[in-house]
């Protein structure tokens, strides 16, 4: 506590970071779940009540130039006061996605005003009430959607995208649920409207979105549920969370493997994180009125997809 910042050094990259900030590397950004780090500011899960905040500085994850992971440092920063309509949380864990990789290097479509710090989910604990605040008190355990600026121990966050934790739920788990679950959810009910017995296809299967949407599908009711990754060691993992079959799509011919599964059929549902090369066999491979869910593009390449094949089989690309 105080000013003082304590490190530690990340045993992936070497860099000393604070023990307060989540740190990490993405060694293979369409294959890995979303990590979280507990913040290590003690046991204040059940401390309550409002905090006095006039010029207190926190330890932050900070952006000042554009580049990689090791391009971040670890500073000590101003600690705002919460606004109108806000509450000022302290982190206790922060999940790590594909996004904030994006964001640090101005490849995202979100692109905030350098110095700024990353991290686009947190779960923490409210300790204190901007004016206006309902439904929220101090000592609330919470989550909330941020964007970024989630790498800290403290965030100022819009009441409307913080949301409170169930007791049952930790910190890790709450601080890893919305941007894999919460943007797989919309994807299958909002978007592609999957009904049960319908056939999925979901690449990149053993990423953050990419479980997700295995264990979604599963528990909507879906009768097949495709996984394709780029190891075996990956596919098994998605079998554990409820793939009927799988694709190894690194080693063998997606083309070849997606027809012996699908057959003449199709597949009702494509789920595809991944885009690049993978995304024109998938949408190939689509049932009439087939749905192509656009999730996003962890290949490196916007695919260009010719419009024709969404006519030949009345299929929808959806975002």
Known sequence: RGSRTRTRRCASCGARVARTATHGRASDL???RARTTKAAAGDLSSAAG????????????????LGQPEDLSVEEVNVGEPGKGQVLIEVMCAGVNFPDVLIIQGKYQNRPKLPFSPGGEISGIVRKLGPGVSGLREGDRVLAIMGWGGFAQWAVVDAPRVVKIPDAVDFATASGFTFTYG???????????LKKGESVLILGAAGGVGLAAVELAKAMGASKIIAAAST???????????ATHTINYARDSFKDCLKEIVGSEGVDVVYDPVGDKYAEPAIRALAWNGRYLVIGFAGGEIPKIPLNLYLLKGASAVG
């Open 232 to 242: 075996d060691e990956k596919l098994e993992i998605c079998k554990r969370f409820g």
């Open 183 to 193: 943007t797989t959810y919309h994807a299958f009910k909002q978007r592609a409207q």
């Open 30 to 32: 369409a294959g890995e």
């Open 50 to 65: 409002p905090v006095n905040m006039s010029g207190h500085r926190g330890s932050a994850v900070v952006v000042n130039k």
